[in-house]
């Protein structure tokens, strides 16, 4: 793929396979999902710029609340985002995710705030996060895993992994995302 690629382009890529003009963009904006990953692009991108900064958070916030998405401008995203389902879905300011990650409904990602695991997720690239799942305190999710529905996840889990349960186990497979994760960039 080619780098010259915006990463609002990347991450409308993964739901489409197709490579969009700038309408073509925003004529995808009518699927809440798209149109919410194109609103916080642009208060990422504008985070820096004391006006444009201002009016994207204000837009940003109102989508927040319309879409249930509490995901905020200092999140560190890689390209290649995708919601698979809109609502309810919240992810600590300060989360680091890498890049072709999947997240369903319903996905808490958050701070724990005491024990051995204190701290904030560090998610790596092509992670499936299925619905419902809970990923919480200092810890590593590695590359290539897949989180199932429902999973608790508070421990550091290593590449090509399976998560599966609550208490969560870990169960180790190479590809584990493997027809999960489409059109990866």
């Known amino acids: 793929m080619a780098d010259h690629y915006s990463t609002l382009q990347k991450d409308f890529y993964r739901e489409s396979g197709q490579w969009l003009s700038p309408f073509g963009i925003w004529a ?3 699927n809440p999902n798209l149109h919410f ?3 916080f692009r642009k208060a990422q ?4 710029t004391p006006v444009l900064n201002i009016f994207w958070k ?3 916030r109102h989508y927040q609340i319309r879409y249930g998405f509490q995901i905020y ?8 985002f995708y919601l698979g389902h809109w609502g309810s879905l919240v992810i600590n300011p300060y989360t680091r995710i890498g890049k072709n990650c999947n997240m369903a409904q319903g996905v808490t990602i958050g701070q724990q705030n005491r024990g051995k695991n204190a701290g904030i997720p560090v998610i790596g690239n092509e992670v499936w996060i299925g619905a419902n799942a809970v990923i919480v305190g200092g810890i590593t999710i590695g590359d290539d895993v897949l989180i199932a529905p429902n999973a608790y996840v508070n421990f550091d889990v ?4 399976v998560v599966i349960g ?3 186990k870990i169960i180790p497979a190479d ?7 489409n059109n990866k960039i």
Do not use: D, M, V, W
């Open 37 to 39: 990953i194109y609103i």
């Open 73 to 80: 401008p200092e999140t560190e995203i890689g390209e290649g």
């Open 158 to 161: 290593p590449p090509h992994s």
């Open 166 to 168: 609550n208490p969560a």
């Open 45 to 48: 991108k504008f985070r820096k």
């Open 28 to 30: 995808k904006c009518i």
């Open 175 to 181: 590809n584990a995302t493997e027809g999960y994760i």
């Open 58 to 60: 204000l837009i940003l």
